[in-house]
């Protein structure tokens, strides 16, 4: 009986081990397995987390499992993304991203990864940039802005977030685009900068339209131009750059990546569930309140744009000696 | 317009005293009390993780918890501060080179009561500044530029000269390595990153609360291993009114309670200047006014009264821009904000018109919590204290601990308890040199604003210096910033002058 169990042991180790290969082959597509990490490097409360959260509440019942939102800041996303890269590529940590990104990438500043280590699985929504100026500033409109900066090279003051930032870039293209010289105030965030615009320290912003949606209704900020293709509901008088004049037509964006190397059939059932998650009148409603423009672009359209930006802002932050 | 006040808070009381919200203000207060024991894991993320639970929630109630964790915090950043010398919070560092000198000589209990009592004393003017004068101050808010917050962050550093302590050449070098310090990490006005020796981990630059834990409560512990503890000889409690303050301390506590008040106030309403250097300027303003500065530092209550009132203060004077401007102050109301626009209400200049029922309904709550955060932290001293009868092995692995699951909590991050490490040991070796580490810190703290708002300055005046001394609010901070420093001085020389007329 002893012998008898003592050679049963290994047919029965055999038989286990040709088991769960059998059934973790059979499992592969039975994704996902447990609760699914959403990473996000901006601070509770900014844009992309309020979206990250937004995005994260559908998503958890589309994927019968808790996407749950962890804050993860530092080195603007490197240290959330080295964290993701770090992580097992089986679609389990995903990171809500934006084009700040592709900045970050293009600055150089991350040695240890590349771009392409990350795939893109979403775009989620785009978000126009807009500038608006202060009313004691002496201009009330773009093309009197534009007029005063052709008299008066580089006195234009505009504020915005961060230095070789995406704000900051978009600011030059425009202001090379309308020929003129401007000087790039750069402040930490974005309600940083409106806030001293709203004190008239700096004359001209450049954001997003969410944060100055209040501040124009009460009059105490003008809204010059937008950079988006047509007029947005929220500022329905402002002229778009197209109009101005000035051939730009730029959007920030936001999205969900997760690691490269995650199997395709997961990243397809990642980006259906993060698609279906767009498409709930809870979702929409958000991105109506907020005045973000909906925004989805599929894995492949939105890893060729994230590629493109990066290549873009590299030569744009050659030009600026960045 | 007073008593328009009024009678909109009367209001407000009505909604506040509902039994639904006074139960969202008890729960927001002792979350808030309970994060802020907690070093690290601080409001902001208490706030952050609160926030899908208020789905659904009405967006007063909702406020109505969220600041009661902002401000129950600041009751509770003094605990840990006062026993174990772990600042719970960044705006607690100030309360615990005093707080814990004061636990060594036994009196932990009393520096408790004041932390609280002051504590409530400055909330609860800060919340009748607020109910009275926040449409007023919505323009001071926006009359600081980065000129002004330039001068105020000298005025920042005046205050540094005055904290050191002893030897004024070491104090010197103490503030040059923290402003050293300060210039790790990417320079927001370039984008450049700077010493970060390549990790991305020192990107952002080195978190000055992270330092201050390990040169504080690293350091005291290795310092206890090595010198044989001095834990043990602060027990003797006899009876219980010990454990509450006397009336002396009461006294010597009331000047630097209302002096905090209004500093913390101000302080709080600019954007961006915050709780933190609300408790440094009090801090040093006590320490100035004071008939014995040579004693602040080993342990005197007014130095424990002004800096806690100061940070209560200051969670008052946030909410001026928020409510009135829609614009975040600090990183919690920031979180605030987000929560609230989350909740389908976006606080902006025009909030006190439209939704009058949500912000009077929220300040009012302010007044009731303050209330319920005395009620709640005047019996627990007595629980507290306790912790200081275990003996030292159990007490150094408490305070380990604690720094160590606190500050990993900060940001998720392993790297981040290495430095505290790190700096535990600097810590430790600056101290056996009799070198003062407050400097340090606080230079750390303001370095970094102080040079981004410098060169922010100068982009603005196309590189002239003269924008510092040209807008009033910038010279009368740079002025107040001399006299600060050379006040001693001054009053040297007017005293000698005197005696020479004399003769």
Sequence with gaps: ?322 | MLFEACHSLLQGFSVALSLKNLWYCFIGVTVGNIVGVLPGFGPVSAVAILIPLMYGVEPVSAIILLAGIYYGAMYGGSITSILLKIPGESSSVMTAIDGYELALKGRAGPALGISAIASFVAGTLSVIFLTFFAPLLASFALSFGAPEYFSLMVMGFAAVAVLSTGDALKGGISAVLGIILATVGSDVITGIPRFHFGSIYLLDGIDFLVVAIGVFAIAEVLDNVVTKSKFGQRLSYGKWTNLLPSLNDLKVSFWPTIRATFIGFTTGVLPGAGATIASFISYATEKRVSKYPEKFGTGVMEAVAGPEAANNAATGGAMVPLLTLGIPGSNVTAVMLGALMMLGLQPGPLLFKEHPTFVWGFIASMYVGNVMLLILNIPLIGVFVQVLRLSFPIIAILVLEISLVGVYAFNNNIFDLYIMFVFGIIGFLLKKLDFPLAPMILALVLGRIFEEHCRRSLIISDGSFTIFLTRPISLTLLVVAVLVMFYPMILDFIRQHRKGKDK
Excluded at chain 1, 286 to 311: A, I, Q, S
Aim: proline share 6%; hydrophobic share 45%.
């Design chain 1, 1 to 322: 009986m002893e012998v008898f169990l003592r050679k049963l042991v290994p047919v029965a180790m055999v038989v286990y081990l040709l088991g769960t290969i059998f059934l973790a082959a059979g499992q592969a597509a039975d994704f996902p397995k447990r609760k699914i990490t959403m990473l996000c490097h901006s601070s509770p409360g900014s844009p992309v987390d309020l979206m990250a959260r937004q995005l994260a509440e559908p998503a958890s019942k589309i994927l019968g499992v808790p996407v749950v939102v962890e804050t993860k800041t530092g080195g603007a996303g490197a240290v959330a993304m080295a964290y993701l890269l770090g992580q097992e590529a089986d679609g389990h940590t995903v990171y809500a991203m934006t084009r700040s990104n592709a900045d970050l990438f293009a600055s150089g500043q991350i040695k240890d990864f590349t771009w392409k280590e990350l795939a893109y699985l979403i775009r989620v929504q785009t978000d126009p940039f807009v500038l608006a100026a202060h009313p004691s500033a002496p201009f009330r409109t773009a093309k009197e802005m534009i007029d005063y900066a052709k008299k008066n090279p580089g006195k234009v003051k505009v504020g915005g977030f961060g230095s070789a930032s995406a704000h900051h870039i978009m600011a030059i293209k425009f202001a090379k685009k309308a020929g003129i010289e401007i000087t790039w105030v750069p402040y930490p965030g974005g309600a940083a900068a409106v806030t001293a615009t709203l004190g008239g320290h700096v004359p001209v912003v450049h954001t997003n339209p969410a944060t100055i949606i209040k501040h124009v209704q009460a009059g105490n900020l003008i809204p010059l131009a937008i950079s988006a293709g047509n007029r947005i509901a929220a500022f329905p008088e402002t002229l778009t750059y197209k109009e101005l004049g000035v051939a730009l037509e730029d959007y920030h964006f936001r999205g969900i990546a997760t690691k490269k190397g995650v199997p395709d059939d997961v990243i397809k059932i990642l980006h259906d569930a993060f698609k279906k998650a767009m498409e709930t009148p809870d979702f929409k409603e958000y991105t109506k309140k907020n005045d973000l423009l909906p925004g989805y672009m599929n894995h492949e359209d939105f890893t060729k744009l994230f590629g493109e930006t990066v290549e873009e802002n590299k030569k744009i932050q050659k030009e600026l000696g960045l």
